[in-house]
């Protein structure tokens, strides 16, 4: 089983509506969960992180967090087409010093 | 401000030919280095990481090696390439578990 793992997509939406990125991980022990966006061609940008269960928002961008399902999300309220990009899910493996990322979902926000 | 620094951009080499990739970071102190790769279409592999100058950790057994002579440089590098190690190539740092600053990144093609 792969440390973390999300639907490769495309994810398509459209414009104002609401995007859902989910991402699974293996390990019950992870403690921090970390969302990063990458561009067509372009190096991947920390965009937001999880401790906790629940909820945490940022601006447009909500992360969700379920320990007991091991299960992380990001919400993106009223997409825009500069929205689209790819999505990787990170969770640190290794004693903290690593970070392990999911291989990330591509979304599509259409006029 | 923290700056991270990464060459070149692009390039393209002959299989069994060398490689040396740089990547310098300014305006911190022992940070966390990691050298990821990206394949066509893939996700985010980390190659080496280093938590300070000499000491390196390998994550997959390849024909590349890295180096850490300074505190904020780290090099990647191989002595014969192989068609396999095309990819887009990226240096990061981190002082936190998870928030990792990407290098503009190495868009590498073996021929």
């Known amino acids: 089983q792969k440390e973390v793992e999300q639907n490769s997509g495309p994810l398509s939406v459209p414009e104002g509506a609401i995007a859902s990125l989910n991402c699974t991980y293996s390990?019950?022990?992870?403690?921090?969960f970390f969302w990063y966006r990458q561009y067509s061609g372009k190096s991947p940008e920390l965009i937001m992180f999880?401790?906790?269960?629940g909820d945490k928002e940022d601006g447009r961008f909500t992360a969700q967090l379920n320990k007991a399902s091991q299960y992380v999300s990001l919400l993106i309220r009223d997409s825009q087409p500069s929205d689209s990009a790819t999505y990787l899910c990170a969770v640190p493996t290794g004693g903290g010093n690593k970070l392990t990322f999911g291989t990330g979902t591509q979304l599509k926000v259409e006029l | 401000s923290q700056t991270i620094h990464q060459w070149p951009a692009t390039l393209v080499q002959p299989v069994g030919s060398p490689l040396s990739l740089e990547c310098t970071v300014e305006g911190t102190s022992n940070p966390n280095l990691y050298w990821y790769r990206q394949a066509a279409g893939r996700g985010l592999q980390l190659l080496f990481y280093?938590?300070?100058?000499?000491?390196i950790s390998s994550e997959v057994p390849q024909n590349l090696s890295a180096s850490r002579p300074q505190d904020r440089q780290f090099i990647l590098s191989s002595k014969k390439l192989l068609l396999s190690d095309s990819g887009f190539y990226l240096c990061?740092?981190?002082?936190?578990?998870?928030?990792?600053?990407f290098g503009e990144g190495s868009r590498l093609t073996v021929l």
């Open positions: 999880i401790y906790s269960n």
């Open positions: 990061a740092w981190s002082l936190t578990t998870g928030e990792l600053f």
């Open positions: 280093s938590v300070g100058i000499g000491q």
């Open positions: 390990d019950r022990g992870s403690q921090s």
